[in-house]
């Protein structure tokens, strides 16, 4: 396996790893945070009190930004545009994480560190358009990971 392949490889299990992540936090976090307010928050409160989901995406992230990056220099002249393919990655990317600083950011810190009820009530009123962010990122992180199998399959 040359070193190009190699990066490809673990761009495409971080991003993948990303989104079996980020499919559990919507289908089974996000559910159980809005059932039983405002116990849900309390119980979320404590849970997360050692480690959050944050803690697996900050490991995630970087590894695969140095990969996807070094695999983008590796095949920087690949006639099989395999480049292309892999700054779309990157740039899927990129968008996930502008949404998750931009909205996400926010709203977890009130989450985390505001009175229950403004917690409770920044929830209820934000629920659908959390959960319509959430399933875009997923979507954009599922997009980057066809992109770099893509560049994968044309391996030969």
């Known amino acids: 396996m040359d070193f190009g392949l190699f990066t490809l490889f673990v761009a495409t299990l971080t991003l993948m790893a990303s989104f079996g992540g980020g499919l559990f936090d919507v289908l089974v976090n996000e ?3 809005v059932r039983g307010f405002p116990d849900s928050i309390t119980h ?3 849970y997360w009190k050692y480690r959050n989901p944050g803690d697996f995406y900050k490991v995630l992230s970087p590894l695969f930004g140095l990969s996807a990056l070094a695999a983008t220099v590796w095949y920087w002249s690949d006639p099989a545009g395999r480049q292309w393919l892999v700054l779309g990655a990157i740039g899927c990317f990129a968008l996930t994480q502008a949404i998750t600083v931009i909205y ?3 709203g977890n810190k009130i989450l985390r560190e505001a009175p229950v009820d403004e917690a409770v009530a920044m ?4 629920r659908k358009t959390r959960l319509y962010w959430d399933y875009f990122r997923q979507l954009l992180t599922l997009t980057g990971s066809v992109l770099l199998l893509s560049a994968i399959a044309k391996h030969g």
């Open 44 to 46: 979320v409160r404590n």
């Open 123 to 126: 929830m209820q009123r934000s």
């Open 104 to 106: 996400f950011f926010p």
């Open 31 to 33: 559910e159980n945070l």
